[in-house]
């Protein structure tokens, strides 16, 4: 008798209790709708900030299939991989890798390492180039890799790189044009005037719509929302070069980005002044310029012709 009465006080305290908490919680999720515009995100709602350590989690999957599972783990070497290839690969995110890629396990530690060695991956391949199957004709299997960037966006919507990956593959590898600009808008809706998804955007507009003006102004509002991103940071502050150790190395990266790509769009349409001035701004943003300055004075010898 005291067992089953005890038992009814269990349950009785337990549903006081979720009560209680169901309670608590929802002022908190109404303070979340009122105060971020992405609250309305399941995955945010429901993990809070820890659905970012789950985004890269995701996002570092795709890395992993895209290398065919040649990847390192936390106990290898990383240098050559703290900028995820299928990212870097895109051109619109800086690499921070060193060393050699297909050197991160080291040499065998004993006979018996150099044997388990042999039933894992064991080369360093990219998906999109064929994967370890040596076909370059068929790179199909990228579209494997799109569900985890994508939840990698539902989970982080600030993590720009997986919108910059997933738009950079429709548009290029699976020849869905469409489908990439909806998605760089997509990340510009959580991330506005983000000046990396503006550069992609941009290539979008310029290579495959041909449309320059259109890519020109895109390219253009990328250096504005630039300089706005730091407010009271001079902008040579920001473009300073500092041995390459600088915190200010991907800020000079995407300046640099658009400022070539500005040329570039300038000099396919005959106006090689504005190109040359395009070309100027970007030096002021790279750490080894002599590439930037031969393209200047090509373009200034074909002026005086």
């Known amino acids: 008798m005291n067992s089953s009465r005890t038992l009814w006080l269990l349950l009785i305290a337990l549903f006081v209790l979720c009560?209680?908490?169901?309670?608590?919680?929802?002022?908190?999720?109404?303070?979340i709708d009122n105060s971020n515009g992405q609250s309305n995100n399941f995955f945010?709602?429901?993990?809070?900030?820890?659905?970012?350590?789950?985004?890269?989690?995701?996002?570092?999957?795709?890395?992993?299939?895209?290398?065919?599972?040649?990847?390192?783990?936390?106990?290898?070497?990383?240098?050559?991989?703290?900028t995820p290839h299928m990212a870097e690969d895109t051109g619109a995110i800086a690499s921070h890798n060193q060393g050699e890629e297909t050197a991160f396990m080291g040499p065998p530690r004993d006979w018996l390492d150099a044997f388990g060695r042999r039933f894992i991956p064991n080369r360093h391949t990219h998906l999109d180039e064929g994967g370890p199957k040596d076909d370059l004709s068929d790179s199909s299997e990228v579209r494997e890799i799109l569900p985890w960037l994508d939840l990698a966006t539902e989970m982080n919507p600030e993590d720009?790189?997986?919108?910059?990956?997933?738009?950079?593959?429709?548009?290029?590898?699976?020849?869905?044009?469409?489908?990439a600009e909806h998605v760089l808008r997509a990340g510009l809706r959580n991330n506005p005037g983000n000046p990396q998804l503006l550069f992609e955007l941009g290539r979008i507009y310029f290579d495959d719509y041909h449309k320059p003006d259109r890519a020109r102004?895109?390219?253009?509002?990328?250096l504005?929302?630039?300089?706005?991103?730091?407010?009271?940071?001079?902008i040579s502050e920001r473009l300073a070069y500092n041995n390459g150790n600088s915190a200010n190395f991907d800020d000079r990266f995407v300046f640099e980005q658009l400022e070539v790509h500005l040329a570039q769009l300038e000099g396919s349409l005959g106006n090689t002044a504005a190109a040359i001035s395009?070309?100027?701004?970007?030096?002021?943003?790279?750490p080894d310029s002599a590439?930037?300055?031969?393209?200047?004075?090509?373009?200034?010898?074909?002026?005086?012709?």
């Open 217 to 222: 102004s895109i390219w253009q509002a990328g």
């Open 278 to 286: 395009h070309l100027q701004q970007a030096e002021l943003g790279s």
């Open 44 to 82: 945010i709602r429901l993990f809070g900030d820890s659905s970012r350590l789950f985004a890269n989690a995701a996002f570092t999957k795709a890395d992993a299939y895209y290398h065919s599972g040649y990847y390192p783990t936390i106990f290898d070497n990383n240098e050559a991989f703290k």
């Open 224 to 234: 504005q929302s630039w300089a706005r991103e730091k407010p009271g940071v001079p």
């Open 160 to 179: 720009i790189r997986s919108y910059l990956v997933i738009s950079f593959w429709l548009r290029t590898d699976l020849h869905q044009v469409p489908e």
């Open 291 to 305: 590439e930037l300055q031969k393209m200047i004075d090509e373009l200034k010898n074909k002026r005086r012709e």
């Open 19 to 31: 009560f209680g908490m169901g309670a608590g919680l929802q002022p908190r999720l109404q303070a």
